[in-house]
């Protein structure tokens, strides 16, 4: 029996697909986030030396090094590495879904909507209800609201750019008023949610995120085939029965899932979602969504921004969306020229 | 919009007559609609007043309290004035340049320019007061304005939705920037989330007085520049034809509109939505003729500022709703309306 070509054959009866590309490109992205991770656990004053790290990790740290691994800096780690995977994974299936490069579910409007939605908490029920429960009703809302304007669903992605405008304007507004309203210290730390942090992260937090990730990630692997024919045109992949209608609704509510668990524990970070799924496609040449290596991706660049929001030496310490939010916005831009250029935006 | 234009210029084509009598009878309506507002400006706050005070104190015979009440609100109502008249004449003449009905100086990254000028001056030249910084918040928006043009516009054929996310790559640099200034230093915070928030009042006249003449500027060269865009509606290649000059059209409408926009946005921080939705009013009303748009925006746009105002210190009595959120709240809506009306593959 020969083996087929571009799979990856588990015992007799299952082929995942699996192109020599991929895996070599994951393999890298994998390297390189592992390495990440060391220099995020060993950088720094606090950080336990990169000799200790291999014992302290299997249960061997004590003192110093225990609060930094199982306090300090473990549960961000964990947390920032699966928030990171979540959006990646997130904007994978978003921009498959509107076959639009540029579409997220932050550009959207759900970024501006969770933000609205802790600034509504923090106001009106300080204390009642936690701050991450408003940011995910928030941003489930604006995403609501986005939905039924277009009048189309999310098929139409320019009608759905606009709306999302729309949505994001009254959000953005809302959290003026509130920034406003309250005193100089909330609206700082408000201010600093609103632009999604990792600091201060618990294993509360590590856990909520990995749940939603791995309850989603096989549904996400389960439509990822039909995922891709859909991309090849409605009628096609009605022809090749990958239903797309009903692929279509599924991917955008994982992907909006996904981005709402990463909400809640993070806050709006953006341009993630945005640009991991590019930087995935890039690496690989190929087409199809990448839902994997987006994911690896999405981790890989939240980690490192994270790293950077950790140990850059400037004056005062800046929630780690500020950096993706610059960062992100500069990717954008050369994405945008580069499309110009070629003429197909 | 297309649709108006159609609509409005045939009928009107043999009977010029009746088309000037009719816009001069809109005059006087927008007029008068401007005037309420004015007097609603100076009527309603958080200490009561009458109609009948507010007439009173205008005609000189009010006790001298009630004068000293309405006469507080005065600064208030010509800054409405003046920043309505500048977001509202620069979004016409943005959407006349780019032929793009979505062009606003809040979607186009110059809000966020201001903003990027306002927290460089404060954090890092050690200006302060509101006359001082209106002088950074001018460049700042110029620059991101340009930016934005040239990425999101240059080449062939416009696109809608790549202009405005052009738009918003400006900004979020831009954004990200600010938010990291401002979370690092807490007085430069303090006195940003008070700019940001767009209000009209606590302002004085000093600050309506330095703007002023990058808002006068901006007024004149819109309308020096509207027959030019009168003809650049017909098409690049028609207007080549008929003598004008494209690209020096548009660039000087892009300078007059990011002055006007500029100048307003300094003066009281950012308010959205008064340069998108006034002109598309005065168009349904006026039809296509620029110059015609540029006066009834510089009237409708004070007038639908001022009233927002107005309406904001009224919902939450005795507190006060800033007007940019007012504008935010009413825009938006309107915006999410257009947009089920937009035709597929725009």
């Known amino acids: 029996m020969s083996r087929p070509k571009g799979f990856l054959v588990l015992g007799r009866t299952m082929a995942v697909p699996l192109s020599r590309v991929s895996a070599v490109t994951g393999l890298a992205l994998l390297t390189l986030m592992l390495a990440a991770c060391a220099a995020t656990l060993s950088l720094g004053r606090l950080g336990i030396p990169l000799a200790d790290l291999p014992g302290a990790l299997t249960g061997g740290a004590g003192g110093k090094a225990a609060f930094v691994l199982e306090r300090l800096r473990g549960p961000r780690l964990v947390v920032g590495v699966g928030t990171g995977a979540a959006l990646g994974l997130s904007g994978a299936l978003f921009q498959t879904v509107t076959r639009n490069p540029l579409g997220s579910p932050d550009v959207i409007g759900l970024a501006a909507g969770a933000g609205a939605g802790a600034a509504a908490v923090a106001l009106l029920l300080p204390g009642a209800v936690p701050v991450p429960f408003g940011a995910l009703a928030g941003a489930v809302l604006a995403i609501a609201l986005v939905y039924l304007s277009t009048g189309t669903g999310f098929r139409n992605p320019g009608r759905l750019i606009v709306a999302g405008i729309g949505v994001s304007a009254m959000a953005v507004a809302f959290i003026q008023y509130v920034v406003y309203a309250v005193e100089r210290d909330k609206a700082t730390v408000l201010t600093a949610y609103v632009n999604g942090s990792l600091s201060a992260r618990s294993w509360e937090h590590a856990a909520t995120i990995w749940i939603v990730l791995l309850v989603t990630a096989p549904f996400a692997a389960a439509i990822a085939g039909r995922l891709g024919l859909a991309e090849m045109g409605d009628e096609t992949a009605a022809m090749l029965g990958a239903e797309p209608g009903r692929t279509r609704t599924a991917a955008v509510a994982l992907s909006i899932l996904l981005s709402a668990g990463a909400v809640a524990v993070a806050g709006p970070i953006s341009f993630i979602a945005l640009t991991a799924p590019q930087i995935a496609r890039r690496l690989t040449r190929g087409t199809g969504p990448h839902l994997m290596l987006s994911a690896l991706t999405g981790a890989l660049l939240l980690v490192l921004a994270d790293l950077a929001a950790q140990q850059l030496p400037l004056p005062v310490s800046l929630p780690v969306g500020i950096y993706t939010l610059g960062l992100g916005g500069l990717y954008l831009g050369y994405l945008l020229i580069r499309e110009w250029k070629k003429g197909t935006l | ?346």
């Open chain 2, 1 to 346: 919009m297309t649709v108006t234009v159609v609509r409005t210029v045939p009928g009107d084509a043999g009977a010029p007559r009746a088309r000037a009598s009719r816009l001069v009878w809109f005059l006087i309506v927008a007029l008068a609609v401007l005037a309420l507002a004015m007097l609603a400006s100076i009527t309603f706050g958080s200490l009561p007043t009458s109609v009948g005070d507010a007439v009173d104190v205008l005609r000189g015979t009010a006790d001298e309290s009630t004068t000293a009440v309405v006469q507080s609100r005065y600064p208030r109502t010509a800054l409405g004035l003046l920043a309505g008249l500048g977001l509202a004449v620069a979004g016409t003449i943005m959407q006349g340049v780019t032929r793009n009905p979505l062009a606003d100086p809040g979607l186009l990254g110059i809000t966020a320019g201001a903003s990027a000028g306002v927290v460089s001056a404060t954090a890092f030249l050690g200006v302060s007061g509101q006359w001082n910084t209106v002088w950074w918040a001018l460049p700042g928006a110029l620059l991101a304005g340009v930016l934005v043009h040239v990425i999101g516009s240059a080449g062939s054929g416009a696109g809608l939705a790549r202009l405005v996310l052009a738009g918003a790559v400006v900004t979020a640099v831009l954004t990200a920037y600010v938010q990291a200034v401002t979370l690092g230093m807490p007085k430069v915070f303090d006195s940003y989330r008070y700019w940001v928030v767009g209000a009209l009042g606590g302002r004085d006249f000093d600050v309506l007085l330095s703007v002023l003449p990058a808002a006068g500027l901006g007024l004149l060269m819109a309308l020096l520049l509207a027959p030019a865009l009168n003809t650049l509606a017909l098409g690049d290649e028609t207007a080549s034809a008929l003598g004008a000059s494209p690209g020096l059209t548009r660039a000087l409408g892009l300078v007059a509109a990011t002055l006007l926009s500029a100048a307003a946005t300094a003066a009281v921080g950012p308010i959205a939505f008064i340069g998108l939705a006034v002109p598309h009013i005065v168009k349904a009303v006026v039809g296509a003729e620029v110059r015609a748009q540029v006066v009834f925006s510089a009237i409708l746009g004070p007038a639908l500022l001022l009233l927002a105002d107005v309406a904001g210190r009224v919902v939450l009595r005795p507190q006060e709703l800033m007007v940019g959120i007012v504008t935010a709240f009413i825009g938006a809506p309107a915006l999410l309306v257009a947009v089920r009306r937009m035709r597929s593959g725009t």
